[in-house]
């Protein structure tokens, strides 16, 4: 397969999650499918910089905001597909052949089905809602990450450069239809376990119904960083 496929990743203090995220992505670089992989970085002070470069990464640097991340590093991916992916998610084993024949079959915007790292019942009704979220309301969150055309990218406008649900924004301008792919996003429960699982799932909600009833993203950033 000619290689079609760019990886974006966003980073700020990423040296601790990176390297599981990097390595989960070799598998599609032995396959053929990885164009380029692009770092954007918000102005790390740890290693994640040298982590991009020993990766051989494009490393893009910026103000840290999600969305303005993504969109320069969106800018500096050069493949017919793109793959958005957090650096504290890896993907499963298994996900490059899946995203090929997705390719192939000029499949809509994926997204993969998320897990925690982190076992327990709180972990999986917290991952098994966000997927039926997902499956329901065709909403992902980016830690579920994204696979989509390039062409479909320009044409909803790209990621707004705001701090906060730039991933719901650019999934709404998408429109219906979006597929689940049976590969996982693995991703770190951090927040959920410093916080606890129910106050953070709720914060999570009462963002999101924030959001969507107008509220500024900026000042829902500060109060999500609080």
């Known amino acids: 397969m000619t290689a079609t496929l760019s990886i974006v990743i966003p980073t700020l203090d990423a040296e601790k999650h990176l390297p599981r995220c990097l390595d989960s992505l070799i598998e599609g670089l032995t396959s053929g499918l990885i164009r380029d992989l692009v770092i954007t970085d918000g102005g790390s002070q740890d290693a994640t910089a040298e982590m991009a470069e020993a990766a051989g990464a494009v490393l893009v640097t910026g103000p840290a905001s999600r969305g303005g991340q993504l969109r320069r590093g969106v800018e500096a991916a050069r493949g017919d597909w793109l793959l958005v992916l957090h650096a504290d998610t890896h993907l499963s084993p298994g996900w490059s052949q899946e995203v090929i024949d997705h390719i192939r079959d000029e499949g809509p915007t994926a997204h993969f089905r998320l897990s925690f790292r982190e076992g327990g019942m709180m972990a999986g009704l917290v991952a098994g809602w966000a997927n039926l979220r997902a499956r329901l309301f065709a909403l992902p969150y980016g830690d579920q990450g994204l696979l989509l055309r390039r062409s479909d990218y320009d044409e909803a406008g790209g990621y707004p450069d705001q701090p906060l649900m730039e991933d719901v924004a650019l999934v709404r301008a998408l429109g219906r239809p979006l597929a689940r792919l049976d590969s996982r ?10 916080d606890g699982w129910i106050r953070r799932g709720l914060r999570n909600l009462w963002t999101m119904l924030r959001y969507r009833l107008g509220a500024d ?10």
């Open 185 to 194: 996003a693995i991703t770190s429960a951090e927040r959920y376990l410093r």
């Open 217 to 226: 993203p900026e000042r829902l950033a500060a109060g999500y960083r609080r």
